[in-house]
């Protein structure tokens, strides 16, 4: 059964940290890009960082870079997402996904709440 299961979420003041984790289970990771997407309060979901399957490569819409930072451990299945300077801006439901290289196989997490307000 694939899972993808995020935590880390929560409230968390203006210039606050947070460190979202999404560990996978039933497929096999290391074949996999992840990618983080991000969805506020009546707006479209929207992409936020990516990093290839193995690692080497990291991607980042403009705005998110200098803050955030992607990463993942293929020996724990885990990717990783440390938001930095977070601001209200930031506050949406952020999501893992998973997207094969060798398939068109791609996979979704429930998501995780991450609120920013003072």
């Known amino acids: 059964q694939v899972q993808l299961v995020e935590s880390g979420g929560g409230l968390v003041q203006p210039g606050g940290s947070l460190r979202l984790s999404c560990t996978a289970s039933g497929f096999t990771f290391s074949y996999y890009a992840m990618n983080w997407y991000r969805q506020a309060p009546g707006k479209e979901r929207e992409y936020v960082a990516g990093?290839?399957?193995?690692?080497?490569?990291?991607n980042y819409i403009p705005s998110m870079k200098g803050r955030f930072t992607i990463s993942r451990d293929n020996a724990k299945n885990t990717v990783y997402l440390q938001m930095n300077s977070l601001n209200p801006g930031d506050t949406a439901v952020y999501y893992c996904?998973?997207?094969?290289?060798?398939?068109?196989?791609?996979?979704w997490g429930q998501g995780t709440q991450v609120t920013v307000s003072s």
């Open positions: 996904h998973a997207r094969s290289i060798v398939s068109n196989d791609q996979y």
């Open positions: 990093i290839s399957a193995r690692g080497d490569s990291t």
